[in-house]
């Protein structure tokens, strides 16, 4: 199964909120979600760089070959999910535009299998660098995440053309 990366780690970080420093609402939606779902999450807890930034640490020592997470297929967002595969259909899209469109018409539902998911993600990309001022930027200068910002920027381009040409987005 073909499944972009960025995507799952997103989710994997979003879904885990059994043992977060925080609890609210969205937290409480997302868990019960995930565990109905069938995700079962050990060995690691969320710690936060800042209220919609937040990254996974081991919370005790994992072995090599220690199963660490279950993630039900169902609950992973790829091209190939039941749910999305019409979407890429509809509009002819393969990889991450397919994606793009699905987030699009789904975080528009309030019924939507994904919602806890959608509901879950930050409202403020600040700290993350590819949305940094020019000021931030500039001291990421010659370095490999540098780099990537100017690699994701220019996909990032070239998906919204491809995608404002195939369809006019909602």
């Known amino acids: 199964m073909k499944f972009y990366l960025p995507i799952l780690l997103f989710f994997f ?13 969205k937290y409480t939606n997302i868990r019960n979600w995930t565990e109905k779902n069938g995700a079962q999450f050990g060995k690691f807890e969320i ?15 994992i ?4 199963n660490i997470s279950v993630v039900p297929e169902k609950l992973i967002l790829s091209e190939s999910h039941p749910l999305i595969k019409p979407t890429c259909e509809k509009y002819n899209l393969e990889d991450q535009e397919c ?13 939507s299998f994904f919602k806890p998911f959608f ?7 600040h700290t993350y ?5 020019k000021k ?8 490999q995440l540098n780099e990537r910002i100017k690699y994701n ?14 369809i006019i987005l909602f």
């Open 13 to 25: 970080l979003s879904v885990q909120c059994l043992k977060t420093e925080r609890k609210d609402i």
């Open 129 to 133: 660098p590819i949305f940094y001022n």
């Open 63 to 66: 072995k090599k070959g220690d």
């Open 99 to 111: 994606l793009y469109v699905f987030f699009c018409e789904e975080m528009k539902k309030d019924n």
């Open 119 to 125: 509901d879950y993600l930050p409202r403020d990309y």
């Open 153 to 166: 920027n220019e996909e990032s381009r070239k998906s919204y053309k491809k995608l404002n040409v195939k």
């Open 136 to 143: 931030l930027k500039s001291l990421l200068k010659n370095t």
């Open 47 to 61: 710690k936060y760089l800042h209220k919609d930034n937040r990254y996974v640490v081991a919370s005790e020592d």
